[in-house]
């Protein structure tokens, strides 16, 4: 008697669903779907633009005064660019002549302080001077138009093979007039 009791209920319960189990699959399915609305995903934190070839100029008054080029630059969602290749400036005088160029491996923009740095092997050369500046890093910024450091550097004169070694200098944006801040140096100087 007792299996043929088991036997009636399985068969009972293959023909309909108990509300309890349709209660339950209903309560899963639920918080089955309000769990996936509710997860968040990873922020992409990736760039949001890539260009490639990249020429920025800065003029004023209708004139060119710096022209940075570099293979790629990437933005981000503050507004920050990157350029991970070599970046070439090229700084200009009130005639359009090239007096300065400024060579380094990598840099970026930082649109909160509003200052271009541009960091690796970087090399300055005023044509007019034969001056040749080396650093890790400088920062430039288009507003007040200097360019700063305070990372150690050295400028080479060519012509007279003087050399000033400092740490920290600020200058003009087109390197005419330098302010070291800790130099030291080898000067050449002939007696009267």
């Known amino acids: 008697m007792f299996s043929r009791l088991k036997y009636k209920i399985w068969k009972k319960g293959d023909k309909f669903l108990s509300p ?16 996936k609305k509710n997860k968040i995903g990873a922020l992409y934190t990736g760039p949001l633009e890539i260009v490639n070839n990249v020429e920025v100029k800065y003029s004023e008054q209708g004139r060119l005064k710096v022209l940075m080029k ?13 350029f991970p290749d070599t970046i070439n400036i090229s700084f200009y005088d009130s005639l ?15 649109q909160n302080a509003d200052v271009y ?8 050369v005023k044509s007019e001077t034969q001056e040749t500046l080396t650093t890790t890093e400088l920062n430039w910024s288009p ?4 360019v700063f450091t305070d990372k150690p550097l ?3 004169n060519t012509r007279t093979s003087e050399i000033t070694n400092a740490i920290g200098m600020d200058a003009e944006q ?3 007039r330098i302010k070291f801040r800790k130099a030291t140096g080898i000067y050449k100087f002939t007696g009267p």
């Open 20 to 35: 309890f189990c349709v209660l339950l699959c209903s309560f899963l399915l639920v918080t089955a779907c309000e769990s």
């Open 70 to 82: 570099t293979p790629k630059s990437f933005r981000y969602q503050n507004e920050t660019k990157i």
């Open 96 to 110: 359009g002549t090239v007096v300065t160029r400024l060579r380094s491996d990598s840099g970026r923009y930082d």
């Open 117 to 124: 740095i541009v960091k690796g092997n970087v090399r300055v």
């Open 143 to 146: 507003r007040t138009r200097k």
């Open 154 to 156: 050295a400028v080479k």
């Open 174 to 176: 087109d390197f005419t």
